[in-house]
């Protein structure tokens, strides 16, 4: 039989974030292919299941203030060198800017170093990045748009886009197992049946929460049954209150983090995403994988080209004019991107806020443009397979 070839992943740590995700899905998908090690800079608060899976913690976690965490890199590049030395795997595949670094400090002689750029606010160190690209033998991004701004600004051409993956007939059996507890009942006062709107996400200004409260605010008038779920980790505190100020608290469940968010997710008719940057949305393609209906911004990266097919929509328009420019795409509906100043004063309700409650009331009221949609969601979904991931990592090897 052939000897396995030699992957190190390597992941600052496996908390329940996205690039994570997709880093443990990597090294149980790769296993037939490949003899893998996964490195990790600190084993607290593991949020995924990696019973099986070969561990090495090298038990230096995150430091604070500037000269510790420089100190912090060192010893840890310093050590992943002497692992990559003592294993010689053939291959070193990072998630994450903070891994990235460690990994391409830490080259040797006979490991390639791919480094993975999962999100576009990584594009936001152009210092880092060209460190990275020095030592890097290839750079796999999230998303066309990241690949085509490091070949033109940084002149970089070993890179490629690989996009994250997911397995949708495991989502919907794990939706299906248990029941999520909401703070309502599943009909309303006048006996009608509650149409949750939902999204996912950390408690993060990127993610544009502000702007989601106020245009389900809006929404919430014109349909009394529809109800928000957020799911996602963090106290959502500075939220709770904004709710408070809209008049809707009630309405809104912060489900927090969740171990099984899909109970959840299938409570929804429409998945809403309002953030400012992404690299490759996880939870609007796990939406999908559960018919949800995607209602997004339009924002740098991932959205356009999971429900447009294309890298972005090229938005080029006056400000009165985003009401014209909403895309009824094939997969989903997208939005210009949204302002990106925070604001937590319900009293202020820009037009764009208004004019994406007036897109999502429109999708609730007309019964068959929700359904189409909704299938249409699914559709898309069946292209981001495990097995075509595999495919396309194999190719790159």
């Given at each position: 039989m052939e000897k396995k070839r030699k992957l190190m992943l390597i992941s600052p740590m496996l908390h329940q974030g996205g690039f994570e995700r997709v880093c443990i899905t990597t090294a149980r998908l790769l296993e037939p292919y490949f003899d893998i090690t996964i490195v990790i800079f600190d084993s607290s608060n593991i949020g995924y299941d990696i019973e099986g899976l070969h561990i090495i913690d090298l038990n230096?976690?995150?430091?604070?203030?500037?000269?510790?965490?420089?100190?912090?890199?060192?010893?840890?590049?310093?050590?992943?060198?002497?692992?990559?030395?003592?294993?010689?795997?053939?291959?070193?595949?990072?998630?994450?800017?903070?891994?990235?670094?460690?990994?391409?400090?830490?080259?040797?002689?006979?490991?390639?170093?791919?480094?993975?750029?999962?999100?576009?606010?990584?594009?936001?160190?152009?210092?880092?990045?060209?460190?990275?690209?020095?030592?890097?033998?290839l750079i796999i991004c999230c998303s066309k748009v990241i690949e085509k701004e490091l070949k033109v600004k940084y002149k970089f051409n070993k890179i490629t886009t690989l996009y994250n993956l997911y397995?949708?007939?495991?989502?919907?059996?794990?939706?299906?197992?248990?029941?999520?507890?909401?703070?309502?009942?599943?009909?309303?006062?006048?006996?009608?049946?509650?149409?949750?709107?939902?999204?996912?996400?950390?408690?993060?200004?990127?993610?544009?929460?502000?702007?989601?409260?106020?245009?389900?605010?809006?929404?919430?008038?014109?349909?009394?049954?529809?109800?928000?779920?957020?799911?996602?980790?963090?106290?959502?505190?500075?939220?709770?209150?904004?709710?408070?100020?809209?008049?809707?608290?009630?309405?809104?469940?912060?489900?927090?983090?969740?171990?099984?968010?899909?109970?959840?997710?299938?409570?929804?008719?429409?998945?809403?995403?309002?953030?400012?940057?992404?690299?490759?949305?996880?939870?609007?393609?796990?939406?999908?994988?559960?018919g949800l209906a995607a209602v997004s911004t339009d924002c740098l990266t991932g959205p356009a080209e999971i429900l447009l097919g294309q890298a972005n929509a090229g938005w080029h328009r006056k400000p009165e004019n985003k009401k014209e420019n909403v895309i009824y795409g094939k997969y989903g509906i997208l939005v210009p991107p949204m302002s990106r100043g925070k604001d937590l004063n319900a009293g202020c309700i820009l037009e764009e806020e208004k004019n994406m409650a007036d897109i999502i009331i429109d999708l609730m009221?007309?019964?068959?443009?929700?359904?189409?949609?909704?299938?249409?969601?699914?559709?898309?979904?069946?292209?981001?397979?495990?097995?075509?991931?595999?495919?396309?990592?194999?190719?790159?090897?």
């Open positions: 230096l976690g995150v430091q604070r203030g500037k000269i510790k965490k420089i100190l912090n890199i060192i010893k840890r590049s310093r050590r992943l060198r002497t692992l990559k030395k003592e294993m010689k795997p053939d291959i070193a595949y990072s998630f994450g800017p903070t891994a990235n670094m460690v990994n391409s400090f830490s080259k040797t002689k006979n490991t390639k170093v791919w480094l993975g750029i999962r999100s576009y606010m990584d594009m936001g160190e152009p210092v880092k990045l060209k460190l990275f690209t020095r030592f890097a033998d397995d949708v007939e495991a989502i919907k059996k794990e939706a299906q197992e248990k029941e999520p507890e909401l703070p309502w009942q599943d009909m309303d006062e006048r006996g009608k049946k509650m149409r949750c709107l939902l999204s996912m996400g950390r408690e993060d200004d990127v993610k544009g929460f502000w702007h989601m409260l106020k245009i389900f605010s809006l929404v919430q008038k014109r349909i009394p049954e529809a109800r928000l779920i957020l799911v996602g980790e963090g106290s959502f505190e500075e939220y709770k209150k904004l709710a408070e100020n809209l008049g809707i608290l009630k309405f809104v469940c912060f489900a927090g983090r969740q171990s099984e968010p899909y109970k959840y997710l299938k409570k929804g008719e429409v998945y809403l995403l309002t953030s400012l940057n992404e690299g490759f949305p996880n939870a609007l393609v796990e939406g999908m994988c559960l009221q007309d019964e068959n443009k929700l359904e189409r949609y909704q299938k249409a969601a699914r559709e898309r979904a069946q292209c981001f397979s495990y097995e075509k991931y595999v495919e396309q990592f194999l190719d790159l090897t």
